[in-house]
């Protein structure tokens, strides 16, 4: 398959291909145009390298109109009139097409193929409808825009070795504020400023008018208003009512687009930490765009940004890595950006401080990071600084500075 379809390896190819022999579906989710056709072309030419003809493999695109408007008898019937012995389908933002979850079911059910591999640009991919028609059918990989370390790859570097990037550590930093402004959807590495963001706003309004308007007859206008202002304020709490008021929205209007936000994958939600799930369900989320580049390109900036964006660039990472992830706050008002969970094991806490070179900042962020510590009984927490790295022991814990780009590319 030419590199020209496959592009740079990403991390989660490998991690579907390590599920290939079992024969559940496979089903890629993740913001269009983060690079999901790509993944599963890649899976594709990680089965032909095993020895699997290209006419065992069909690829139908449901973005194409003509595929999208034929019913299932006849693309089924087509399939097989190419080749009967078909073995491998690849249905790529199978979300366009209304009924598709029983349809796979089925082909799934009766054994039609040895494999079947879906993407989607939609949460509703994992919604209760698809969990109740395929319970137990298939497993989900959440793909995103790339990493730092798919970004790097994609501007050539190719030693991450720890000794070769701590020699390289000012070049990675001129990547690291790149990859902060420009973000890691696919597409865009390379351009120059007026290219990405003439492809960013693109990709924005097709989502909108495309994802949001079109298919649920929301206005436009209405949900660019709060999607700006949900984009605008990484790692900043809201409800209904602040976002109703902030836009001049109806609060249930408010309440019911920013679920549409958040099904299209722009926005993330990162709920409160508490033992009891009352706490955690009725306190405020705090809400984080799906990639710094497309926040940074449809909102108004601000000279302080790059705090936040670094706190957005983890929250990422965190999401990537398959944690249950949240926030923590005390009683007191002692906050902790992100607590990360591991089944029932609280494994990191992590508090995000670009720069921390006066006392006055470090002992506020080792403050609150030995007050969760103490609190929730963990021995150790980390303070992720543009390049800052010590280590603080007391007690019995221990707190660690360390670099964000080496936190990045653990």
């Known amino acids: ?22 024969p559940h579906i496979k089903d890629v989710i993740g913001v269009r145009r983060c690079g999901k056709t790509t993944i599963l072309y890649q899976v594709a030419d ?20 003509a595929i999208n408007a034929a019913s299932f008898e006849e693309l089924q019937r087509e399939i097989f009139k190419i080749n009967p012995d078909t073995s491998n389908l690849f249905l790529d933002e199978i979300q366009q097409k ?43 990989f959440s793909a995103m825009p790339f990493s730092f370390r798919e970004y790097l790859k994609k501007r050539g570097w190719e030693d991450f070795s720890p000794e070769y990037l701590a020699y390289n550590k000012d070049r990675l930093l001129h990547y690291l504020s790149a990859y902060l402004e420009a973000g890691g959807f696919p597409e865009t590495i390379g351009l120059d400023e007026f290219g990405r963001k003439q492809v960013l706003t693109s990709l924005y309004n097709d989502i909108l008018a495309r994802d949001i308007s079109s298919r649920y ?27 109703a008021q902030a836009t001049g929205a109806a609060a249930e209007t408010a309440e019911k687009y920013i679920g549409y936000l958040k099904e299209s994958l722009l926005i993330h939600d990162l709920p409160v930490f508490s033992f009891k799930l009352k706490v955690q369900f009725k306190q405020n989320k705090k809400t984080y765009p799906v990639d710094t580049g497309i926040r940074n390109t449809v909102c108004l900036r601000f000279s302080q940004d790059i705090g936040k964006l670094a706190e957005t660039a983890v929250f990422l990472e965190i ?54 510590m103490k609190e929730l009984d963990v021995n150790n927490g980390v303070i992720l600084t543009e390049d800052y790295e010590k280590t603080i022991e007391e007690n019995g814990k221990t707190i660690k500075y360390l670099p964000i780009w080496k936190w990045l590319l653990i």
Request: hydrophobic share 35%; net charge positive; proline share 2%.
């Open 319 to 372: 999401k990537r890595r398959s944690a249950e992830v949240y926030y923590w706050r005390s009683q007191d008002g002692y906050e902790v950006d992100f607590l990360v969970k591991d089944g029932q094991k609280i494994s990191e806490l992590i508090q995000v401080s670009w720069n921390v070179r006066d006392e006055v900042t470090q002992r506020r962020e080792e403050r609150a990071l030995g007050y969760a």
């Open 46 to 65: 990680h089965l032909m390298s095993r020895g699997l003809q290209a006419k065992d493999i069909v690829f139908l695109n449901f973005d194409d109109p």
């Open 217 to 243: 007859g929301a206005s436009f206008e209405i949900i660019d208003r709060i999607c700006r202002f949900m984009l605008t304020n990484p790692g900043a709490t809201y409800s209904s009512n602040s976002v």
């Open 98 to 140: 209304t009924g598709w979850e029983r349809w796979v079911r089925t082909l799934y059910d009766t054994r039609k193929f040895q494999r079947i591999f879906i993407s989607g640009s939609s949460a509703s991919l994992l919604s209760q409808d698809m969990g109740r028609v395929l319970t137990g059918r298939h497993i989900t």
């Open 1 to 22: 398959m030419p590199p020209s379809l496959t592009g740079i390896r990403r991390d989660i190819t490998q991690d579907i291909i390590k599920s290939l022999g079992t």
